[in-house]
């Protein structure tokens, strides 16, 4: 058993849409939230999807910035996708429709409701190491500013993207995998 008390409940590894998100839903319910990233924050993701489904926009509701994020784009209620000689077309019911923002203006305002909820945020912390009891992971090592830092948690989550740091350290085995030979780019 380890010797040091967890500092937190748990430690998420990331800050963009799923980390901050689990952050503010977890903070709400009173769990001592740690949200770490390596970036500075806000800083924007140019290879990344800038679209939200009504669904998400369901989600950013559920914590409160929803209006603030419609508010940043028109309402997308129809969408084409067309790859070779293939159309597919979405239409949305009257009272839905999707948003095209900005990555870094959608996961700020997520950053901030989840800063609210009570979730500590610290950016330009890049976990370098995981600490362990035995098999059981009790938190991160990181690379701040000022130097490396052990931080403890009970649990730590890894929403740190297609290319895990958290996932390679515990050699979390990879599935539905395929090779991609297409890339996607909005317009």
């Known amino acids: 058993m380890h010797s040091h008390l967890p500092e937190y ?33 806000p800083s924007d993701m140019k290879m990344s999807t800038h679209f939200m489904q009504p669904r998400g926009l369901d989600v950013l509701d559920e914590l409160g910035v929803g ?29 839905r429709s999707g948003r095209g923002t900005r990555r ?19 950016d330009r912390h890049k976990v370098v190491d995981l600490i362990r009891d035995g098999e059981r992971v009790v938190g991160v090592v990181v690379r701040t500013p000022q130097g490396h830092e052990r931080i403890y948690s009970d649990l730590v989550v890894g929403a740190d ?21 297409r890339g996607a780019y909005w317009s």
Request: hydrophobic residues 45%; contains cysteine; glycine residues 6%.
């Open 9 to 41: 409940d748990v430690v998420i590894v990331g800050a963009r849409c799923s980390g901050a998100a689990l952050g503010a839903f977890l903070a709400e319910r009173g769990v001592r939230t740690l949200i770490l990233d390596s970036d500075a924050l």
């Open 67 to 95: 209006n603030v994020a419609r508010d940043m784009a028109p309402p997308i209620k129809r969408q084409a996708l067309v790859a070779d000689s293939y159309k597919v077309v979405t239409r949305y019911p009257h009272d």
């Open 161 to 181: 993207g297609q290319n895990s740091k958290v996932a390679r350290l515990v050699n979390a085995k990879k599935y539905w995998t395929y090779r991609n030979e």
């Open 104 to 122: 870094f203006k959608t996961d700020a305002l997520l950053q901030a409701a989840a800063s609210a909820a009570g979730a500590e945020i610290r």
